[in-house]
């Protein structure tokens, strides 16, 4: 289904397939969950958005990850093609490496302030966002992933509220950024994440029992959107590959 | 000593019974004797008796092979002349002369139109009504004049069609459909596993190729790994849905390939057959008839569930349909309940049934048009003979 949209601007996310879905891209300036499973591709979905803003719109990005080496990033992206070593050389992206963070504490790689892992709070990285987005212009801004920083939070009240904080002070930033999180299961029974009720959106990865890969956008606040699953692929050299036109026929 | 092969063509209106009398007729009058019949499609004749030291032309050793085929209307004609006298002795000109005196005797006798004159079963002598070819008492379209009328039409072979149907090019089958599938439609065979089934298959895959038709095959094996002719044409595109088969053993181009995981899987099949859509519209464009014949859906239904078959079967249609299909589908309705096939059955614009049953103490085939939606049918009973349909099938 197309679906025609005369809400926010759309900043496309590079997957044509996954715009129609969205009718036309991700709503500018909002905070976006991506959910899924190990293995779903909510990384490259989400580099993918970057990789538009970097070469179609020539916006500064910055992915933030808390699990995911650089080495190991710039390696994986390179065998989509895409070469983030170079934007980042041309100054555009910036790679805030959370693990290095945490795990290391006297060996910060790819920013000035050195955290201890306990020290990285969500407010030293709404901090450290917010001076690197101004630092490059960023506009579009990738978290990878929101368990690593809430997993201190075990209670579900304290929880709900450093998330809210985060959002809030991500929109305050005026950048459209994408949050990667783990889903609680598939289908209309599975557990639901606090963040999902908090978020602007979300979009869902899901690896169907027959191996059938299912994207759904389960909300989108504001947008008029298709919100039926759909299939869609890791196609090597391209990336995501949905397909909007095509049903779901598996079971669940 | 080396034969001379020439082989030369026509069509002429009429119906085959009819018109192979006349040409045998004439044939014989010219001076070739009847060696060989298969009435009404193939005869083979013989004339002369000498090779290099003929006195004339008709004195020449010369083995004449006849086949005829009905194409809606039409006849046509293949005469192959076997000379047994090396190129060089042969005179074209002597070749050409006599071909035009059989076109030309063929074409005054042969009727117009067989729907214009009275007519008989050749099989029951049951009379035909007026504007059919067809006889509704035994569903054989072996039909002849009762009177013979002169008229025109004589041009060179052209494979002639009615415009708004696809042919099987199978003549047991399309004379029972009036020609074939409308365009654009959708028929479903239901059918045991049966030779006679795959003849007509292989048949209508064959047909599509020689009228320049694309054609996607789906199904779960190779069926055509030893048909080079099939397997070599740009003009099919195969969709295999069985992980065991090596594609590189096949002797199709990987572009008219496609391999998915079994039948299980029906999104990805459903992906993969929109991909193979868009590549094809790229090359042919959307106006020209194409076919595709799914022959995996007994399978399909056995793997999913028959909701979700039907799903996939009405999305698959919808599909093809729209980019200028038309749909032939095979079910084998003894691996599944009643209410299973009942649940695909309406997809369909027709159904043609293949079944076996009992004729003087022996299994034969049998086949039946049960329906076909807005378009003239026989729905006579018709057996299926495995020999005959081969002929047809070769000719």
């Known amino acids: 289904m197309t679906v025609q ?47 538009e803003g970097l070469e179609k719109y020539n916006e500064g990005t910055i992915y933030v990850s808390l699990d995911y ?24 992206f910036l790679f805030l490496e959370g693990a290095a963070i945490r795990r290391l504490p006297q060996t910060a790689a790819s920013v000035d ?81 606090i ?50 036109t095509e049903t779901i026929f598996s079971e669940k | 000593m080396a034969n001379t092969v020439i082989t030369k063509s026509m069509t002429t209106s009429g119906d085959i019974g009819a018109t192979y009398d006349t040409v045998l007729k004439k044939l014989t009058s010219l001076g070739y004797s009847e060696s060989s019949t298969t009435w009404p499609s193939v005869m083979e004749l013989k004339r002369g008796k000498r090779g290099m030291f003929a006195t004339s032309f008709k004195d020449i050793k010369t083995t004449l092979k006849v086949s005829l085929k009905q194409v809606s209307n039409n006849v046509n004609i293949f005469f192959e002349f076997n000379f047994a006298i090396p190129k060089s002795y042969i005179s074209e000109k002597d070749v050409e002369q006599e071909f035009t005196k059989i076109k030309s005797e063929i074409t005054a006798s042969t009727s117009p139109h067989i729907t214009q004159k009275e007519k008989i079963c050749d099989v029951c002598l049951n009379q035909i009504a007026v504007g059919e070819n067809f ?34 090019g199978q003549k047991t089958v399309d004379d ?48 055509f790994g030893q048909n080079e002719k099939i397997m070599q044409s740009q003009l099919l595109y195969q969709v295999i849905c069985n992980p065991q088969i090596d594609l590189g053993s096949l002797k199709c181009s990987a572009e008219n390939c496609v391999q998915v995981n079994g039948v299980e899987r029906l999104t990805e099949l459903s992906v993969a057959l929109t991909t193979l859509l868009n590549n094809i519209e790229r090359v042919s464009g959307q106006e020209n008839s194409k076919r595709i014949v799914i022959d995996m859906l ?8 028959s909701v979700n078959t039907r799903k996939w079967l009405r999305e698959t249609i919808t599909k093809f349909k ?74």
């Open chain 1, 5 to 51: 949209s005369t809400q926010p601007r759309k900043l496309s996310t590079g997957i044509e397939g996954l715009d129609v879905l969205l009718g036309g891209g991700l709503p500018e300036k909002r905070t976006i969950l991506v959910l899924g499973g190990p293995g779903s591709g909510k990384s490259i979905l989400c580099t993918q958005f970057l990789k």
């Open chain 1, 69 to 92: 080496s650089k080495k190991a990033f710039m390696h994986d992206m390179l065998q989509f093609g895409w070469d983030f070593e170079t934007y980042e050389k041309n100054g555009h």
């Open chain 1, 113 to 193: 302030v050195i955290y201890t892992p306990d020290d990285l709070t969500l407010e030293d990285l709404i901090d450290l966002l917010s001076l690197h987005i101004e630092k490059i212009g960023a506009k579009r801004v990738v978290i990878d992933d929101l368990t690593a920083l809430t997993f201190r939070f075990p209670d579900d009240v304290q929880r709900r509220g450093a998330i809210l904080s985060l959002i809030e002070a991500l929109s305050s930033l005026d950048v459209t950024t994408v949050i990667i999180s783990e889903a609680l299961g598939y289908g209309i029974g599975r557990g639901i994440n």
């Open chain 1, 195 to 244: 963040e999902e009720y908090l978020s602007d959106g979300v979009i869902g990865m899901f690896l169907l029992k027959d191996g059938t890969r299912a994207i759904q956008i389960s909300k989108m606040r504001g947008v008029q959107v298709d919100n039926k699953p759909h299939p869609y692929n890791i196609v090597d050299k391209v990336g995501i590959e949905v397909y909007p």
């Open chain 2, 135 to 168: 006889c509704r008492n035994c569903g054989r379209s072996a039909t002849r004049q009762k009177t013979e009328s002169v008229e025109q039409s004589n041009e060179e072979l052209a494979v002639i069609f009615d415009p708004n149907k696809v042919a099987f």
């Open chain 2, 176 to 223: 029972a459909l009036y020609g074939g599938i409308p365009k654009n439609g959708v028929l479903l065979i239901t059918s045991p596993a049966c030779e006679e089934k795959e003849i007509i298959i292989t048949r209508f895959v064959e047909t599509s190729l020689d009228q320049s038709e694309i054609i996607v095959y789906i199904a779960t094996d190779d069926k």
């Open chain 2, 298 to 305: 007994s399978d399909t239904l056995l793997s999913n569930q």
């Open chain 2, 322 to 395: 729209q980019k200028n299909f038309t749909v032939l589908a095979t079910l084998n309705p003894h691996m599944h309940s009643k209410e299973e096939v009942q649940t695909l059955l309406d997809l369909f614009d027709g159904q043609v049934e293949i079944y076996e049953k009992e004729l003087q103490g022996e299994p034969r085939m049998f086949m039946r048009v049960k329906r076909l939606n807005n378009s003239r049918y026989s729905s006579k009973e018709i057996q299926l003979v495995r020999e005959d349909l081969l002929i047809q099938h070769n000719n």
